[in-house]
């Protein structure tokens, strides 16, 4: 498993907080175009901003497998004295953030101790759903709902597992309001990229990635963002390749003591964007209940 992933402590608010940051636009920066060590410590550092506030050199050294000096160097290169000058300035833009993130590790480390495979992968996925509910993600969210409200067209995409909460989140919208698109249904990129030729100025694309990241949703959210798109990402960091394109950022934790990634902090954000969405207008709520009376005819016991 890649260390950087590993349950360090994260919250979408404390990624998104320091991201936003004027040091956090630094490191941002140095991810895009730095040497290789200074990208893969600035992937580390906007992933685990917590980690990074609350921890040593040697621990950032052990857990991101870069040398304590290729640190100093890095810290130095952004204008500040020494490292603890840099976990100093980290902790002030994380510091809210914190305490509820140490309470999350704290409680993962006493569940998953001596604990089954199964029981850490719930005992995480009940930290990572709770590590959403913050102020940010929230605001985000009633962001992307107005920007969906507002689109000509939406388009939504995602390949390999999150192909799957793409398919959620069109499902999801499209009883609700006209020309909504889930760009991979069949045919693989190819298909997906000639469909996407439609889009246009007015236009939203959702585009979701997810550790392992697909090539092609970059690839293909570039494409759209040249054809005058908006771009949504949903993703789980700010290092993400999507996130780096983005007109605007929803973050979800993947990390999973087990699998590559965990799809259900997602999953979590979708439904709640599409409960955001759907109390948005009146007019949504007058064709949930159309479809209701509608379905109802087709449930077991008429959907009671």
Same mark, same amino acid.
């Given at each position: 498993?890649?260390?950087?992933?590993?349950?360090?402590?994260?919250?979408?608010?404390?990624?998104?907080?320091?991201?936003?940051?004027?040091?956090?636009?630094?490191?941002?920066?140095?991810?895009? !175009?730095?040497?290789?060590?200074?990208?893969?410590?600035?992937?580390?550092?906007?992933?685990?901003?917590?980690?990074?506030?609350?921890?040593? *050199?040697?621990?950032?050294?052990?857990?991101?497998?870069?040398?304590?000096?290729?640190?100093?160097? $890095?810290?130095?290169?952004?204008?500040? !004295?020494?490292?603890?000058?840099?976990?100093?300035?980290?902790?002030?833009?994380?510091?809210?953030? *914190?305490? @509820?993130?140490?309470?999350?590790?704290?409680?993962?480390?006493? +569940?998953?101790?001596?604990?089954?495979?199964?029981?850490?992968?719930?005992?995480?996925?009940?930290?990572?759903?709770?590590?959403?509910?913050?102020?940010?993600?929230?605001?985000?969210?009633?962001?992307?709902?107005?920007?969906?409200?507002?689109?000509?067209? *939406?388009?939504?995409?995602?390949?390999?597992?999150?192909?799957? /909460?793409?398919?959620?989140?069109?499902?999801?919208?499209?009883? $609700?309001?006209?020309?909504?698109?889930?760009?991979?249904?069949?045919?693989?990129?190819?298909?997906?990229?000639?469909?996407?030729?439609?889009?246009?100025?007015?236009?939203?694309?959702?585009?979701?990635?997810?550790?392992?990241?697909?090539?092609?949703?970059?690839?293909?959210?570039?494409?759209?963002?040249?054809?005058?798109?908006?771009?949504?990402? /949903?993703?789980?960091?700010?290092?993400?390749?999507?996130?780096?394109?983005?007109?605007?950022?929803?973050?979800? @934790?993947?990390?999973?003591?087990?699998?590559?990634?965990?799809?259900? @902090? +997602?999953?979590?954000?979708?439904?709640?964007?599409?409960?955001?969405?759907?109390?948005?207008?009146?007019?949504?709520?007058?064709?949930?209940?159309?479809?209701?009376?509608?379905?109802?005819? $087709?449930?077991?016991?008429? +959907?009671?």
């Amino acid at each position: 498993m890649n260390k950087s992933t590993e349950n360090l402590g994260w919250t979408a608010g404390a990624t998104r907080h320091f991201a936003d940051s004027a040091l956090g636009q630094q490191v941002v920066a140095r991810m895009r !175009d730095g040497s290789k060590s200074q990208r893969a410590l600035s992937d580390f550092i906007l992933r685990n901003p917590v980690f990074v506030a609350t921890h040593g *050199i040697e621990d950032i050294s052990q857990a991101a497998g870069i040398s304590a000096s290729t640190i100093s160097r $890095y810290v130095r290169d952004l204008g500040i !004295d020494n490292y603890a000058a840099f976990r100093a300035e980290v902790a002030n833009r994380v510091h809210d953030l *914190i305490a @509820p993130v140490t309470k999350l590790e704290s409680r993962l480390a006493q +569940g998953a101790q001596g604990a089954s495979a199964s029981e850490s992968s719930l005992a995480s996925a009940r930290a990572q759903l709770d590590s959403l509910s913050d102020d940010a993600t929230a605001a985000a969210i009633q962001q992307a709902t107005k920007t969906l409200c507002d689109a000509r067209q *939406i388009w939504v995409i995602g390949f390999g597992l999150s192909a799957h /909460l793409a398919a959620i989140l069109a499902l999801g919208l499209q009883p $609700y309001r006209d020309a909504v698109f889930n760009v991979v249904q069949f045919g693989g990129t190819e298909v997906a990229a000639g469909r996407l030729m439609s889009v246009g100025p007015g236009d939203t694309v959702v585009a979701i990635s997810f550790p392992r990241y697909s090539s092609d949703v970059i690839e293909l959210s570039k494409a759209a963002k040249s054809m005058g798109a908006n771009l949504i990402a /949903l993703t789980d960091s700010p290092a993400s390749p999507l996130a780096q394109i983005a007109d605007q950022v929803l973050m979800a @934790p993947a990390q999973h003591p087990i699998l590559s990634s965990s799809c259900l @902090p +997602g999953l979590a954000l979708i439904e709640a964007l599409l409960a955001e969405f759907l109390l948005s207008d009146p007019a949504h709520v007058h064709r949930a209940g159309r479809m209701a009376a509608i379905m109802s005819a $087709y449930l077991a016991d008429g +959907g009671s």
